[in-house]
């Protein structure tokens, strides 16, 4: 397939490498609004515009069965498996809706995961945090799964700000494809920025299949 960009909503073209497979439920907008009236309002403002696109993604590729890394209080995908960190994360885990629980540090491996185990892997702002390990992980996804959704930061100007990290500073394309050992990606969809804040400044989405 041919190697496209695209701006947020509109993804034309996102096949499904699963013929006949059952479609996984997703996030709904409601069950997003009820995340804004909790306590991780705040953190959770603005990310409906990454949300909505990935679980639009999800519906048209059809997996039947999806790992989410760290997707915080709640999963893209309902009763998807999960993999989140042994440590306790300021941003929670599932507590309900979920399958098969990993805990686990995804910059280690091997993972606990046998090989092509997944249809489909996600990931959201999640590899910037990977202490440097972004590349060894990556060839953990593309070993446990057929395709693969991941979300990074893009071009925020960050680099002493303590609420945001250093980590998600000036994060370009180039980088991601090193993080990502240049595996060309089957879509990339763009996102704009959200707010003021920092934390809400543009995002990229990326789709590869394996």
């Known amino acids: 397939m041919a190697f496209t960009t695209d701006k947020v909503v509109v993804l034309p073209g996102v096949q499904s490498v ?9 996030m709904t907008r ?26 639009d993604m999800v519906k048209q590729l ?18 998807c498996d999960v993999m989140v960190k042994p440590e306790d994360d300021y941003w929670g ?12 540090n995804a910059t280690e491996k091997p993972w606990p995961v046998a090989d092509k185990a997944y249809d489909l892997l996600i990931g959201l702002q999640v590899w910037e945090h990977l202490d440097n390990k972004q590349t060894r992980a990556f060839r953990e996804v593309m070993r446990v799964s057929r395709q693969a959704i991941l979300s990074f930061p893009f071009m925020w100007n960050c680099p002493k700000d303590d609420a945001n990290y250093p980590e998600h500073h000036l994060i370009d394309k180039e ?10 990606p089957q879509r990339i969809v763009e996102v704009p ?13 990326y789709l590869w299949s394996f």
């Not at 059809?62 to 009763?79: D, F, R």
């Not at 885990?93 to 686990?104: H, M, S």
């Open 62 to 79: 059809a997996p039947s069965s999806v790992l989410e890394i760290g997707p915080g209080k709640q999963t893209i995908v309902k009763h």
């Open 18 to 26: 699963f013929a006949g497979a059952r479609t996984m439920e997703t």
């Open 93 to 104: 885990k599932p507590e309900r809706d979920i399958g098969k629980l990993y805990t686990f």
């Open 193 to 205: 920025r959200t707010g003021e804040e920092v934390s809400k400044g543009p995002r990229l989405i």
């Open 30 to 55: 409601q069950e997003f609004d009820a995340l804004l009236d909790g306590p991780m309002g705040q953190w959770y403002a603005g990310r409906w515009e990454y949300y909505g696109p990935v679980a």
């Open 175 to 184: 980088l991601i494809a090193d993080w990502t050992l240049n595996v060309k």
